[in-house]
């Protein structure tokens, strides 16, 4: 069964900094990743759904890429803003597209003005 | 993607009621939703699995007979948190796969339901 880890569990930076946030997952056979954003006591936003025969996608200032083979995805963020500040969740089906969701536990993410 | 609603957003209630939390699919027949609860700084944990004019399938540990839920339709899911107790306090969120004809979609979810249990 999948299993989904992301680190660093929180990061702080000041405004303007480009960040990477990492997720690992262990199952290969991977169909797609998506990227959310959490905010405190609020739903799911999606930010980026990546496909499996896919490497990367990109959305404003937002780039998510994957490499099965690693068994990691990378979410990059750009000259980053307050309003970035937010849970940062990755997640994988769990056996096969259409099932539940796999969640990593977060990377919790401050950025400073 | 899918536009899914969730009601209510928040409850409180007494020890030993029953609550109510809807979720709909505004404009995708979702066959399947699911069902997940997220407890202070954890993540997100899958409760059951919701199947329309089925029985949900629940995973381990979540008791069945305690977290009713029903898919009469495509449109609409319930979670029923009966007999609520304090530890049954915290924020459900249901979501929808939009995965058709075979091709893996994204997952949209609904705004959450923060529960609190007195």
């Known amino acids: 069964k999948q299993e989904v880890t992301q680190i660093p569990a929180a990061l702080s930076v000041p405004e303007g900094e480009n960040l990477v946030l990492n997720c690992s997952f262990t199952?290969?056979?991977?169909?797609?990743l998506q990227w959310f954003r959490q905010d405190p006591g609020k739903g799911l936003t999606s930010l980026l759904l990546?496909?499996?025969?896919?490497r990367e996608q990109t959305s404003g200032r937002l780039n998510a890429s994957l490499d099965k083979s690693s068994g990691r995805s990378t979410l990059y963020i750009a000259a980053s803003q307050p309003g970035d500040s937010a849970t940062y969740l990755c997640?994988?089906?769990?056996?096969?597209?259409?099932?539940?969701?796999?969640f990593g536990k977060g990377t919790t993410l401050s950025v400073s003005s | 993607g899918a536009v899914v609603s969730q009601h209510p957003s928040w409850v409180i209630c007494k020890s030993g009621t029953s609550v109510k939390i809807e979720c709909r699919s505004l404009?995708?027949?979702?066959?399947?939703m699911f069902w997940y609860r997220q407890f202070p700084k954890q993540s997100l944990m899958l409760m059951a699995t919701?199947?329309?004019?089925?029985?949900?399938?629940?995973e381990q540990g979540v008791e069945k007979d305690k977290f009713l839920i029903n898919h009469a339709s495509l449109t609409l899911s319930t979670l029923t948190v009966t007999s609520a107790h304090p530890e049954d306090s915290s924020f459900y969120i249901c979501?929808?796969?939009?995965?058709?004809?075979?091709?893996?979609?994204?997952?949209?979810f609904g705004s959450g339901t923060r529960l609190t249990v007195v």
């Open positions: 404009d995708f027949q979702a066959t399947t």
């Open positions: 979501s929808v796969s939009t995965s058709a004809g075979g091709l893996p979609g994204g997952y949209t």
């Open positions: 997640a994988s089906p769990a056996n096969q597209a259409g099932t539940a969701l796999i």
């Open positions: 990546i496909q499996s025969s896919q």
């Open positions: 919701s199947n329309e004019g089925s029985k949900a399938t629940y």
């Open positions: 199952d290969s056979a991977i169909y797609n």
